[in-house]
């Protein structure tokens, strides 16, 4: 077996459960309603704005504001559809059968790392798909969308590998999704104190989510934001595949 073989049998594990189809319908269903209420509310003041000479249009002022919603619903996605990865098979016993079908740990987690990161991907996909619908009564921004796409695909991809770990290090999906909750939580509010005392720059602004995940919802993408995505998933996921190696090495 394979990354694969592990990612199709965690994809069937979801399409069968009703956890992931709960969290899709809620989040499409809380999404939608918020991108007709933030439309009415510029077909609105549509005229007001032109009358004021305000040149921001569909784009800065309903697509990105409601996109950046998403990011709420991204933390509450992630730890609830990772949490029984890994801390699941451990607590029912099956993980011992995964390394005795000759998987390797890369395997374990790297399949069911993208498994669950597609399900959330989909869904944004979906949501994506409401603006777009309207590029041709509206004409949309294609650079600042793409950039704030990408921006939130990083982010979901981040928050799944922290997921990950976290599966890998308890023995019980609840304690896994209380444990991705507090370090998105850190991560998120790492440099409040900061920005309270007007300091802009530090470790503690380069630790939050924020100071990297903002800007691409401005339109703006720098090679240092992507390289600290990237840091970020990379050691999430090495310390996942890590604790599963230590696992079968002790059997």
Known sequence: MSVGAVMRCEWRRLWTRPLGWVLAALTLAGMGWEFLLMLNQYLALQVRLAAAGNASGFTDLVTLPWLALFVIAAFVLAPLLTMSALAGERRGGTLSLLF??????SAVVLGKYFAVLIWQLLILLLLLAMPVALAFTTHPDWGKLA???L???LALASLNAIGMACSAFVGHPALAAAGAFVVTALLVGVNKLSLADGVLGGI???LALSTHLQPMGRGLVSTADLLWFALLI???LLLAIRRVGDERTRG
Not at 100 to 105: E, R
């Open 100 to 105: 005795a079908s000759g998987l390797s740990p």
């Open 234 to 236: 990379g050691v999430a």
């Open 204 to 206: 503690a602004n380069w």
């Open 151 to 153: 921006g939130l695909m």
């Open 147 to 149: 950039a704030a796409a």
